[in-house]
């Protein structure tokens, strides 16, 4: 006899798990992955990580202040995502702002 439940299950387990997946095996893609939960929701809202190339990680502001202001933090920042990282190194960060829309 089959057993059912009387709740649905959350989706939540399964979906992280076919992220895990099928995300690239990069140092960019740990970096995106970690980005958000490493500088917060105001900065990962204004800021996206775009590129890495030996240890130097370009990431796209919103905006030339948004820049300016990430490249202050840069020293900080580098400290906070090196420790989430598994695998990988970031030596520095380059910010560039996106032309207005």
Not at 43 to 63: D, F, H
Not at 84 to 97: D, F, H, K
Request: charged share 20%; hydrophobic share 45%.
């Amino acid at each position: 006899m089959t057993s059912w439940r009387r709740s649905p299950r959350s989706v939540a387990m399964a979906v992280d798990q076919v992220r895990e997946e099928l995300a690239p095996r990069t140092l960019l893609a740990e970096v995106q992955q970690a980005w958000p939960q490493t500088v917060g929701r105001a900065i990962a809202a204004e800021a996206v990580p775009t590129a890495e190339r030996a240890g130097t990680l370009t990431i796209s502001c919103s905006a030339s202040v948004w820049a300016q202001e990430i490249d202050l933090m840069g020293p900080a920042i580098v400290a906070r995502l090196n420790q989430a990282l598994r695998s990988g190194r970031i030596e520095r960060v380059r910010c560039v702002a996106l032309p207005p829309k």
